[in-house]
């Protein structure tokens, strides 16, 4: 099955900074490939997402890429806001024959003033 | 995704009792799938059922089921609880089975003591 792999665990910016999550995955199969950011004690939100015939997308401060050749695929924040701080999920699925998600272990980031 | 609810809240049992948790996804969509999220790790999948059928099952025991409604809420049922199953069981709507996108409700938070 799919094996989503994310790093850092970790990251602490300061305000103002870029912040930078990267994720490799397993399955050449998978096709789309959302980001959560989770809040302590709150639901997974989705911020972005990125389906497989795409390399880039962005969202305001935040984008994402997607190398379907070396499979992983990461998420760029900049001008990072204290309200930044959460942890953040990287996932993937093959919406062809299943749209579980499969997600990575999560980055802490910390952004501080 | 503020339309996905789930209940109760919070839960507390002991061993070997026997747990029932509800969804209501967001209004129009059809498939509900069922995570798992231990405290400090990514969500899990457990179910996913679309028109009241099974259409994806994770690693989970068979002490875990769950079912579909016509209005397409859900319930999911542990049986003989143990203590690892204490964490915050998530509920997640999309609109159809093979539709990406999927909305988090809030979580139901089951300690097992």
């Known amino acids: 099955g799919e094996n989503v792999e994310q790093h850092p665990s970790t990251l602490s910016v300061q305000e103002g900074d870029s912040a930078v999550i990267k994720c490799t995955y397993s399955?050449?199969?998978?096709?789309?490939f959302p980001w959560y950011k989770q809040e302590l004690g709150k639901r997974p939100q989705l911020i972005i997402d990125i389906r497989s015939n795409v390399g880039e997308k962005k969202d305001q401060r935040i984008a994402v890429t997607l190398n379907k050749t070396a499979k992983h695929f990461s998420l760029h924040i900049t001008e990072t806001q204290p309200e930044d701080s959460a942890v953040y999920f990287c996932?993937?699925?093959?919406?062809?024959?299943?749209?579980?998600?499969?997600f990575g272990t999560g980055t802490r980031l910390q952004v501080t003033l | 995704d503020a339309g996905v609810t789930q209940s109760p809240t919070h839960l507390i049992k002991t061993r070997g009792q026997q747990v029932t948790l509800r969804c209501s996804p967001i209004s129009g969509h059809k498939s509900v799938s069922w995570y798992q999220q231990v405290l400090g790790q990514g969500p899990q999948f457990i179910f996913q059922y679309y028109e009241k059928e099974e259409r994806g099952r994770g690693n989970f025991p068979d002490r875990f089921s769950a079912r579909q409604f016509p209005n397409y809420s859900s319930e999911l049922n542990v049986n003989a609880l143990l203590l690892g199953d204490s964490a915050l069981y998530l509920c997640?709507?999309?609109?159809?089975?093979?539709?990406?996108?999927?909305?988090f409700g809030p979580g139901t938070r089951l300690t097992v003591l």
């Open positions: 997640a709507s999309s609109a159809e089975w093979g539709t990406d996108t999927q909305y």
């Open positions: 996932a993937a699925s093959n919406t062809g024959t299943a749209s579980k998600l499969t």
């Open positions: 399955d050449s199969a998978s096709n789309y």
